[in-house]
């Protein structure tokens, strides 16, 4: 039920966003990324630590993360649910990937640029990276959680803090227009809700073997 309520909350807006992407630019994201631009050229210590947190945090800290954590679930024998890691992960980056070429929307471009990033712009891939990895990793510790709710509220917060920091650190960076990053973490919902509700009939199913580590 959760996990259909948060798709249906997420798709919505998200197709909203397409709209918005494949649209001449809108006076927000040139607004706020022109201001956030100024401050981080005329603060470049601040814009340093950005750099580093956006590379520590990349797509690719997430996907490697969350593979090492499938392969530590496959070797404790719930192959099942390392697979859904797996592909949950690698499917949401090759549907970011194939949203870029699809809508084909252009970064952006100051003359006095502090950072700079291959491919076009929607959605962010950062920010779908993030939410997908930072979500995943909750839902994989919830057996440990199971009955304490204070910590899974924390686990989540601390998640969605994350995911917010990272898709601040494209906009604040001048690579990404907020509508990209905003549509990064919506797409990461509506992928992680799908997979979710995809993989429950084969959990339903699993072997007796691999019930001893509880599927998300």
Known sequence: MIARLSFALAVVPFGLLLHVARQPLNGLDMSVAHDLHAYAVANPAWTRFLAFWTDALGPATWRVLVVGIAAWLAWRGAPLTAAWAVITIVAGGLLGEGLKLLIDRTRPMFPDPV???PGMSFPSGHALAATLGAGMLVLLARPALRGRRLLMALAWTAAALLT??????????GVHWVSDVVGGML??????????????????????????????
């Open 115 to 117: 950072a700079s990033a």
């Open 164 to 173: 917010l920091a990272v898709s601040y650190t494209r906009v604040a960076l």
């Open 187 to 216: 797409l990461g919902v509506a992928v992680l809700a799908v997979s979710v509700v995809a993989f429950r009939p084969v959990r339903r199913r699993r072997s007796p073997a691999t019930a001893r580590v509880r599927s998300p």
